[in-house]
């Protein structure tokens, strides 16, 4: 589908929403957002020049969507949930949603007050930072948000993914679990569309499982493990499936609210975050973080800690990372924030600075933006 065409495609569909709505308010909702914001980088390495650019979803991602539900039982409903994800700089769609009218989530759920919920379509991953059944927000002060500040520039991710079938219990005595497995990643051919064959074991095919337990007030303790089967081809026989495991805890002293979080991945092809870096291989990391959020002068203070220790695996070579980061967040009304961070982060060993391709990995960024919901 080219752009034209889907631009054309998206009206159609957005309208018929408005006007579904207003025979039907309360069963269809029509929502975005738009984050537009500021980004100072300057690389630690000599001889490189900074940037500064403008840049949609800083703190969180811009978007465009649908939300309609319809009971069924008294206890059972259906929701399809559609949404889209832009670039607020310039209108354009962002690549999240390179190809796809509805990027960022397309799901059917059937949620049952009892038995949970069961849910399909392109979903984010349980164990990830997106989507309307992701875990990490919970995890880290920054809510996986920013380039750099927040866990998004050391761990690893499975992304948002196709073809996916999820399952989320009902929470009970604080406690639910989530389950997902996918029939193929989000991999594109050359013209932007999804790489996906009937023989499922020649796709890509991500899983994931999150735990969270809620059942004393204030305390979040979250944990999850997913991975990736990779496809079964020729290339792919000597390689190894990719694993991450995480694990967090944080309380709310109402003064303050202490972080911690911590993740093992091995056999991502990206040295540090998804966010960051060039250098590509067979890496296998531990990644920490220690962080607070407080409120101040009517809004709330961040600050976070990061540290990484890896192994690229095929030659041996070691290197770790280090990110320090302070922001902080004023409300500006119920639905319109004001954001800001300030982050340093270096790596030494195989990321040090002295590496031409890891720029990414040594800089200095300072972001702040409005994030508005509608």
Known sequence: MNKFNACRLAAAVLAAAAAFGTANAAEVTVYGRMDTGISISEPSRSGENGSVQMKSGIF??????????????DSLRVVVKLENAFDSSTGEWNSTSTNRLFGRESSLSLVHDDYGTLAFGRI??????????????????????????????????????????????????????????AFTDSTLDGEGNNIYVP?????????????EYRG???????AGVGGLVLANTVENREKDDPLLVNFAINYDFGFVKPFFAAQ????????????????????KKMAYLVGVTAPAAGGTFRAEIQYLDGEEELSGEDY???IYSIGYTYPLSKRTLFYSALSYAQGGGLIDKSNEKASAENRTMLEFGIDHQF
């Open 60 to 73: 969180a991602g811009s978007r465009f969507g649908i939300l309609t539900q319809e009971t069924l039982t």
């Open 124 to 181: 984010g991953t349980v164990t990830g930072g997106m989507g309307s059944y992701s875990s990490l927000d919970w995890y880290e002060p920054f809510e996986t948000g920013f380039t750099d500040a927040s866990l998004v520039g050391t761990w690893a991710d499975l992304g948002t993914v196709d073809k996916s079938i999820l399952y989320m219990t009902p929470r009970v005595a604080g406690f639910n679990a989530k389950f997902q497995f």
């Open 199 to 211: 023989e499922w074991s020649k796709n890509a095919r991500p899983w994931a499982a999150a735990f």
């Open 216 to 222: 004393i007030p204030n305390l979040f303790v979250g």
């Open 264 to 283: 093992y991945s091995e056999h991502f092809s990206y040295a540090t975050g998804a966010s960051a870096g060039e250098i590509s291989g067979d890496f």
């Open 320 to 322: 770790d990372k280090q």
